[in-house]
């Protein structure tokens, strides 16, 4: 039998539709939260743009809401892989705040970071569309709204990224 891993996705990775496509044996457990945190859209990309990344803070007031996957441990050098480990992003365990208790996670959090980034649309729509499914506070659902984004001057790569979403409406 081989052994899962828990995964904190806070960002893009939220929206199960891609993890699946990225990691396909990634099975939702449902919403957590990670205390200490905020999520901040200031990952400089390889492609120039901002990515999320929950930063430390260490004020427990500060809440980053997210959702708890348990993923193959095969796959783990997928999901390194996919989220630049060692190239923009390293692996942090997690508490993460869940309706059944406290549950430690892999997540990853930013190592280039430029608070000029903005993200482009296409990955915004990712990070908003994954909290809407899965029920993330309204509050905050309109706070991931209200970020800035960018068009992507890269036209075919937003949509290759969007294709997921066709026939969708957009939030």
Same mark, same amino acid.
């Given at each position: $039998?081989?052994?899962?891993?828990?995964?904190?996705?806070?960002?893009?990775? $939220?929206?199960?539709? /891609?993890?699946?496509? /990225?990691?396909?044996?990634?099975?939702?457990?449902? $919403?957590?939260? +990670?205390?200490?945190?905020?999520?901040?859209?200031? =990952?400089?990309?390889?492609?120039?743009?901002? =990515?999320?990344?929950?930063?430390?803070?260490?004020?427990?007031?500060?809440?980053?809401?997210?959702?708890?996957?348990? %993923?193959?441990?095969?796959?783990? &050098?997928?999901?390194?892989?996919?989220?630049?480990?060692?190239?923009?992003?390293?692996? =942090?365990? +997690?508490?993460? #705040?869940?309706?059944?208790? #406290?549950?430690?996670?892999?997540?990853?959090?930013?190592?280039?970071?430029?608070?000029? +980034?903005?993200?482009?649309?296409?990955? =915004?729509?990712?990070?908003?569309?994954?909290? %809407?499914?899965?029920?993330?506070?309204?509050?905050?659902?309109?706070?991931?709204?209200?970020?800035?984004?960018?068009?992507? &001057?890269?036209?075919?790569?937003?949509?290759?990224?969007?294709?997921?979403?066709?026939?969708?409406?957009?939030?």
């Amino acid at each position: $039998m081989t052994q899962v891993f828990s995964y904190f996705a806070y960002g893009s990775n $939220m929206c199960t539709n /891609r993890l699946c496509e /990225r990691t396909p044996s990634a099975r939702p457990v449902g $919403m957590g939260a +990670v205390r200490g945190h905020q999520l901040r859209w200031h =990952k400089k990309s390889y492609d120039g743009s901002g =990515k999320c990344d929950l930063f430390f803070t260490a004020d427990d007031h500060h809440l980053v809401h997210g959702v708890l996957f348990e %993923i193959s441990g095969l796959e783990k &050098p997928l999901l390194d892989a996919i989220e630049g480990l060692h190239q923009g992003y390293d692996e =942090k365990t +997690v508490e993460v #705040v869940t309706a059944s208790g #406290v549950i430690q996670a892999v997540t990853y959090c930013a190592t280039v970071i430029d608070d000029a +980034v903005r993200p482009y649309e296409w990955y =915004k729509r990712f990070v908003v569309e994954g909290a %809407i499914e899965y029920g993330l506070p309204e509050r905050y659902v309109q706070e991931l709204q209200a970020i800035e984004s960018i068009e992507d &001057p890269d036209v075919q790569r937003a949509l290759r990224e969007t294709r997921i979403f066709e026939g969708r409406i957009i939030p």
